[in-house]
């Protein structure tokens, strides 16, 4: 299993974790809803049964034992109604509202009382109340302030959770990444340091060979030093990652068929390279976007492996973006692997860091504002990615 296989699966574990707890946590605080329902219920019962003594008992000590019964032990809202749906009493509400318009005087608001009537109508059946023979009342209450705060506790602390955690990892996210460019800034620019003085030595060898041999090995001498010259190349790549680079209008097309001339020399007879398209112009920064291309043929290659192939670099554009298409007769991508392949480390071969289609997307992005990506790939016929230039 990969590394990245690893991580998805840690990530689902993670997941399947979190919602665990917050299934636990809903079904606990429905349970701890359920019980606090069925006690108001009987409290708005209680209430309703007092309401109802109070109306048949004239015992005074008995109604004053009623009345606190109702004080202490039903504080939810309620409201008493006849059966023409009469407002008869209430409990739990505030019977006062304050006049908007002078912000002092206190008046009764009988459409308040409506309102509430039914807000308890919908969230509850009504309790019946007979009185006598053919009389009867009707209770209505909603649920407590405390009800509605518990039932929805959950919802909001898992928000909470829910967002501190995005938060967090959004934060690690971008200190590890800025930490990890730190540090591949320092190697490159101390690789491209390093390379530099074998780099001279080779060149002034080389120019000691051409008086001694010039003659004889002309056309092996003149391959070394294309190859040094490459080595430079590389070396001036490496020390412009971490710097801006100065991006300057340059043919697309002459740029790609330049280095496809260099590199078609030095791989298997077996593949063959094609460059078609228009001559376009975009801005670039040549030695980088070398580079680009230099890992997508180079990932083409792999993709053929020992087999006979072709790799074709298309060069189009429309008004606003110049487009290079890199096309192989490899082995293919799973669509589920599109953007995993540009994720650094990932890598199909046993030998390999699986940095050059990482560091293709952060030269195309980071460095010449423009896309890359996999346009379209097919198991067994080939793969084709796609950079996007500004124009």
Known sequence: MDVYA?????????????????????????????????????????????????????????????????????????????????ILSYKGLDSLKT?????????????????????????????????GSDDAFYVYYKDSQLLNSIKYFPYRQLTGIAVFLILAYLAFSSSRRSEQNQVWVGMAKETAHQLGTPISSMMAWIEILKDKYGEKDAELLEEMESDVGR????????????????LEKHNVKDVVRNYIDYLEKRISKKISFKVTGEPVAAELSVPLFEWVIENLCKNAVNAIGTNEGEITLNVSQNKTHVYVDVSDTGTG????????????????????WGL????????????????????????????????VLNG
């Open 99 to 131: 006049n908007i318009s002078t912000d002092k005087s206190r008046t009764y608001d009988p459409v308040y009382f409506k309102e509430q009537l039914e807000i308890m109508k919908d969230q509850h059946p009504p309790i019946i109340v007979k009185v």
């Open 6 to 86: 690893q991580k998805r699966r840690w990530k689902l574990l993670l997941l399947i974790f979190a919602l665990s707890i917050g299934a636990i946590s809903l079904v606990y605080t429905n349970y701890l809803v359920s019980l606090m329902a069925e006690s108001e219920r009987r409290n708005a019962e209680l209430w309703a049964l007092s309401t109802k003594l109070k109306i048949e008992v004239e015992d005074e000590h008995f109604l004053d034992f009623l009345t606190d019964v109702q004080n202490k032990y039903t504080q939810i809202p309620a409201i008493l109604t006849d059966s023409k749906n009469q």
């Open 333 to 352: 991508i799973p669509k589920s692997k599109f953007e995993t392949v540009f994720q650094p480390g990932y890598t199909t071969r046993k030998r390999g």
């Open 231 to 246: 080595l430079e190349v590389i070396a001036e790549r490496f020390s412009k990652i971490g710097s801006a680079p100065v």
């Open 356 to 387: 050059g289609l990482s560091l293709t997307r952060r030269i195309v992005e980071n460095y010449h504002k423009g896309q890359v990506y996999v346009k379209d790939s097919e198991l067994g016929k080939g793969t084709t990615f796609r950079v």
